[in-house]
């Protein structure tokens, strides 16, 4: 079981480089619990216990404003990490995470993962790039909210969402592998369906989009980009 758990977190980019001695320590701080589809994680202002890493499945994380309105911040796939921050720090869950899909995490504990981080300067390393680009994206996110149009913002939401991930090249259709309604672009991008319909239905009819109840499949990343400063 020990060496099953050892391959399995090496899977794990943060853990990918870590001898077999310090996985096999690293398995016995490390709980596996299987989410179902709309199951939630935590909540944003819960009491912050642990780290988890997605070894299959989708996370939604998400705040509320003061009217109770959704705004979604990310969707977290296979091999990425969460919470973000907070790390030596006793601060609660600044977001709420949520499965759209039957999802596998593995726990580890909040202190054990501080220690762990301070046996393995290597993994702290890691996580300070991660939360660096986080910290950009979501500068990055802000930025386009306060100064960009919402055309623009759900091009730009689906560029990003494709390279993150999709599949193929960018000059092949790309498939976003997430399950993205458009209520939950619309949370993404601060704006309303109709509005997301409309933009969508406008992509569509220039062949730079083809979208089904399950999926959405971009013709082209390139031609996509270069539609982005295009009415």
């Given at each position: 079981?020990?060496?099953?758990?050892?391959?399995?977190?090496?899977?794990?980019?943060?853990?990918?480089?870590?001898?077999?001695?310090?996985?096999?320590?690293?398995?016995?701080?490390?709980?596996?619990?299987?989410?179902?589809?709309?199951?939630?994680?935590f909540m944003e202002g819960e009491e912050r216990e642990a780290v988890y890493f997605i070894a299959k499945g989708v996370?939604?994380?998400?705040?509320?404003?003061?009217?109770?309105?959704?705004?979604?911040?990310?969707?977290?796939?296979?091999?990425?990490?969460?919470?973000?921050?907070?790390?030596?720090?006793?601060?609660?869950?600044?977001?709420?995470?949520?499965?759209?899909?039957?999802?596998?995490?593995?726990?580890?504990?909040?202190?054990?993962?501080?220690?762990?981080?301070?046996?393995?300067?290597?993994?702290?390393?890691?996580?300070?790039?991660?939360?660096?680009?986080?910290?950009?994206?979501?500068?990055?996110?802000?930025?386009?909210?306060?100064?960009?149009?919402?055309?623009?913002?759900?091009i730009a939401t689906l560029i990003r969402l494709g390279e993150e991930s999709g599949t193929n090249g960018i000059d092949?259709?790309?498939?976003?592998?997430?399950?993205l309604t458009n209520t939950n672009l619309a949370n993404m991008v601060g704006s309303t369906r109709e509005s997301i319909?409309?933009?969508?239905?406008?992509?569509?009819?220039?062949?730079?989009?083809?979208?089904?109840?399950?999926?959405?499949?971009?013709?082209?990343?390139?031609?996509?980009?270069?539609?982005?400063?295009?009415?």
């Amino acid at each position: 079981m020990t060496q099953n758990m050892n391959q399995l977190l090496k899977q794990i980019p943060l853990f990918s480089k870590l001898e077999d001695r310090d996985l096999s320590i690293l398995s016995t701080i490390t709980t596996k619990r299987l989410y179902h589809k709309k199951e939630i994680v935590f909540m944003e202002g819960e009491e912050r216990e642990a780290v988890y890493f997605i070894a299959k499945g989708v996370i939604k994380t998400s705040k509320s404003d003061f009217n109770g309105k959704e705004h979604i911040i990310n969707f977290l796939q296979a091999g990425e990490m969460f919470p973000h921050v907070g790390f030596f720090e006793e601060t609660p869950y600044p977001a709420t995470a949520e499965a759209l899909e039957e999802t596998e995490l593995y726990i580890i504990r909040i202190q054990d993962f501080d220690q762990l981080m301070l046996d393995h300067p290597n993994i702290a390393v890691q996580v300070m790039k991660i939360m660096g680009q986080k910290l950009s994206l979501l500068t990055e996110r802000i930025r386009e909210l306060s100064t960009k149009d919402v055309r623009h913002r759900v091009i730009a939401t689906l560029i990003r969402l494709g390279e993150e991930s999709g599949t193929n090249g960018i000059d092949q259709p790309v498939s976003i592998t997430i399950p993205l309604t458009n209520t939950n672009l619309a949370n993404m991008v601060g704006s309303t369906r109709e509005s997301i319909n409309r933009v969508l239905n406008e992509l569509k009819k220039n062949d730079l989009l083809t979208v089904s109840r399950s999926s959405i499949e971009i013709v082209s990343l390139s031609a996509l980009k270069s539609s982005l400063y295009r009415k």
